[in-house]
């Protein structure tokens, strides 16, 4: 599953509002059986929560994500597939380049 968009306005920023938002996205997915999370974000923010490059498990993005390591994956269970890699899809939406860039 990939969570996108996720975003806090800048007034709000820096009050646990984003990871709050995390926590509850997260928590949703895993009780509807997601075993894989992915999104495209600033790794600085997204590697405290659990999120490591999913490029290094082999995971690509639907279009190309600059920097490198900005797409992202976190498993929600223990046994999740993490180093089997593949090609990741996006919902119609979401298929379009210009979500994809800053």
Known sequence: MILAPLAVIPDAQGRGVGGLLLRTGMRLLRDRGIRLVFLAGHPGYYLRHGFVPAR????T????VTP?????VRPLEADAPGGTG???RCADA????EHWRE
């Open 56 to 59: 290094a498990h082999g995971f």
């Open 61 to 64: 993005p639907p279009f190309p």
């Open 68 to 72: 490198e390591e900005a797409w992202m």
């Open 86 to 88: 593949g090609d990741v």
């Open 94 to 97: 979401m298929n379009k380049a």
